[in-house]
């Protein structure tokens, strides 16, 4: 039986079916982005870095990202109770937004109930999320801010600010004259 197995591997190597299976998932991802698009009142960009998709769930009509903002592989949006994300934004691997919660509180059941609880989530302009950041419901994130990797955000993060930490604290500022400079410019990425 191993050696069967070591002769199919090497039937895959020689053949490039690997490669021509990774074009094909490639492809796949791009007509999920068409169906979904399509499904959207706006234009996501996705860009493909390989390793993992992304997932945009709940209610669809509930989520909007502008045309010049991207998502990467692994993001997970949860639209429920609403996600705006505004222009220039960039969105790094394997970020997760909720915009709902449930109730625990006085609520029928545990370890909590049916209802669900829409707490939208604003991201304004300019905004860059690092890799792996969770940002919860109820939260506006500030134009031109910076959410470090793995950060978890669960208050609001005011305009230039630099977050980093799980709960996410600002660290510090960018520097606003600069920003706006470039702003100014239209010098964006």
């Not at 939208?120 to 500030?142: C, E, N, Q, R, Y």
């Amino acid at each position: 039986m191993k050696y069967f197995k070591q002769l199919f591997i090497q039937f895959l190597y020689l053949a490039k079916l690997d490669i021509m299976a990774d074009k094909v998932q490639s492809q796949l991802k791009h007509a999920a982005l068409y169906r979904l698009n399509r499904k959207l009142s706006c234009t996501l960009r996705f860009v493909d870095e390989g390793g993992g998709d992304f997932a945009i769930a709940g209610d669809l009509s509930k989520y909007s990202i502008d045309k010049t903002s991207y998502i990467k592989n692994g993001c997970y949006i949860e639209c429920n109770g609403g996600v705006t994300i505004g222009r220039y934004c960039h969105l790094s691997r394997e970020v997760t937004i909720f915009s709902s919660t449930h109730e625990y509180d006085s609520r029928p059941k545990i370890p909590y109930d049916e209802v669900i609880t829409p707490r939208p989530v604003v991201i304004k302009d300019f905004v860059w999320v690092g890799s792996h950041a969770i940002i919860l419901g109820g939260v506006t994130i500030g134009e031109g801010a910076i959410i470090g990797a793995g950060s978890v955000v669960i208050k609001d993060v005011p305009d230039y600010a630099i977050v980093f930490g799980n709960p996410g604290r600002v660290v510090g500022h960018r520097d606003v004259d600069h920003f706006n400079k470039l702003k100014e410019e239209k010098k964006f990425y």
